[in-house]
């Protein structure tokens, strides 16, 4: 046999173990978000959408996650309105558990949120809020608790580390310094099982 060969065959090994070992589920909670250094009160929003737990070990699995998410913040100002950032996120999850298997679980994980709304597309044809940048890099972290018949219960915080004041020109940004999102998210997923 020659390398290409066996590569394929190892290759193919791997999918098919992964496959086996990945359940796709939906996901449903609550935001609670926040621009930092901003005259805004927090925002509550919702998220939903979809993942895809694939299980490498007792004590270990990685869930890639794609959803919907409503952020942003209130204003009690009558010169300026609120802000709502509407964000398609795509998130890679690690997910440690204290036990074999099941139960009690700590999350840490990054990805990127892509604003529905002022995106590249829209900014380059002036048509969206140049002033909300396109798109946010984010980190995570938090616990849960995935109970047997495959109901996951979930409170993480995230973290935006890409300023969403995108050219620095909007008034309700008084402070000096990046405006970054901070989200806290409660909610529940449910893994199918196949």
Same mark, same amino acid.
């Given at each position: 046999?020659? !390398? ?9 090994? %791997?999918?098919v ?11 449903l909670g609550?935001?609670n978000?926040?621009?930092? !250094?901003?005259?805004?009160d927090?925002?509550? #929003?919702?998220?939903?959408?979809? %993942? ?6 007792d004590?270990?699995?990685?869930? @890639?996650? =794609?959803f919907?998410?409503? &952020? /942003? ?9 609120? =802000? ?5 996120s795509?998130?890679?999850?690690? !997910?440690?558990?204290?036990a074999?298997? !099941? #139960?009690?679980?700590?999350i840490?994980?990054?990805g ?17 809020? /140049? ?9 995570? /972290? ?5 109970? /047997? ?9 995230? &973290? ?7 050219? #620095? ?6 402070? @000096? ?7 806290? &998210?409660?909610?529940?997923?449910y893994?199918?099982?196949?």
């Amino acid at each position: 046999m020659n !390398k290409l060969s066996i590569l394929s065959i190892v290759a193919g090994l %791997i999918c098919v173990t992964i496959s086996a070992q990945a359940r796709p589920g939906i996901k449903l909670g609550v935001n609670n978000s926040t621009i930092s !250094k901003t005259l805004l009160d927090s925002r509550t #929003g919702l998220y939903i959408g979809g %993942i895809l737990d694939i299980t490498f070990s007792d004590y270990y699995a990685l869930q @890639p996650e =794609v959803f919907y998410s409503s &952020q /942003g913040g209130t204003s009690n100002s009558t010169e300026f309105g609120d =802000v709502e950032i509407d964000y398609l996120s795509l998130g890679v999850t690690n !997910k440690f558990f204290v036990a074999p298997n !099941k #139960g009690f679980h700590f999350i840490i994980g990054g990805g990127l949120d892509f604003n529905l709304k002022s995106n590249f597309v829209n900014i380059l044809n002036t048509e969206g809020d /140049g002033e909300i940048s396109p798109l946010d890099v984010v980190v995570y /972290g938090g616990l849960g608790y995935e109970f /047997g018949l495959g109901l996951i219960l979930e409170a993480r915080y995230k &973290q935006g580390t890409v300023s969403i004041d995108f050219l #620095g020109g909007d008034d309700l940004y008084e402070e @000096p310094g990046s405006n970054l999102n901070g989200v806290f &998210q409660i909610g529940a997923a449910y893994k199918f099982k196949l």
